[in-house]
């Protein structure tokens, strides 16, 4: 946990050589907790790292296949990585895990949600499954 709270507060305050070496000490020491995926993809995420946030992602989802918040990252992180249909996808990937969440990928990044592809995959996903599963 210690190493955890000072990657979280070393990216806040700008120390990103810093704060990357405390996320990777977690990694390394606890990756069963999902959380340090998540965080530290984000942080990757914001500072335009995105082969380092798929590679986080991908290998955090291994760890926790069902985390549906690992796999809505995974979908941002695609698609501002390029990868428009393999965050599709993703999307349907995400959505089948659990659909109650999908909102979740437009608070992690608004953009996502005037995107025609992405909101037309969720609602015809969500109009065509009668009983979605309810994973965490």
Known sequence: ???????????????????????????????????????????????GRFAESL?????????HPDVSKLRYLLVSALYFAGYRQDALNALVSALELNYQEHL???E????????????????????SRKTPKNNG
């Open 1 to 47: 946990e210690f190493w955890f709270t000072l990657g979280d507060v070393q990216y806040k305050l700008g120390q990103i050589a810093e704060s990357d070496e405390a996320y990777r000490r977690v990694i390394d020491y606890a990756p069963e907790d999902p959380g340090i995926w998540t965080d530290y993809s984000i942080c990757l995420l914001e500072q």
């Open 55 to 63: 590679s986080i992602l991908n290998e955090g989802i291994k760890h």
């Open 104 to 106: 979740q990928l437009f």
């Open 108 to 127: 992690f990044y608004p953009a996502l949600a005037i995107d025609k592809d992405i909101t037309d995959t969720i609602a015809v996903w969500g109009t």
